[in-house]
């Protein structure tokens, strides 16, 4: 009888940060910190547009082609954005910014990365 692994469960990461937002150097070091948390599992990237990640994704510190752009709002957006079941959310912004989309998308499971 031979042993047969399981295939890795991919961790989806969203990156939120409110449009006035502009810590990149944040955003960078926590998604760094992810990477290094979960080394040996596969990873999906996803984002809510905003000028700090536009300035890492332009700057090419991060592949554009692993990163999948989400739109918020209401309705099929936010139920899409839900059921991809995010591992984690990392968050820039206001406290109300931050609280909405944590309670709009977020699950039990998911980890907070509240960014400042």
């Known amino acids: 009888m031979s042993r047969h692994k399981s295939p890795p469960s991919t961790l989806r990461i969203l990156v939120a940060c409110s ?3 502009r810590n990149r150097r944040a955003i960078m070091e ?3 910190s992810i990477f290094i948390d979960t080394i040996e599992q ?3 990237y996803y984002y809510y547009a905003c000028p700090a990640i536009a300035e890492i994704l332009d700057d090419g510190m991060f592949n554009r082609s692993v990163f999948h752009e989400l739109t918020p709002g209401a309705g099929a957006e936010e139920a899409k954005a839900k059921a991809l ?3 984690y959310i990392v968050v820039g912004g206001d406290d109300a910014f931050a609280t ?3 309670s709009d998308i977020g699950g039990p499971d ?3 990365v509240r960014l400042t």
């Open 110 to 112: 998911t980890m907070l």
């Open 100 to 102: 909405k989309i944590v």
């Open 42 to 44: 596969q990873r999906e």
């Open 30 to 32: 926590a998604l760094g």
């Open 19 to 21: 449009p006035t937002y």
């Open 85 to 87: 079941k995010f591992a």
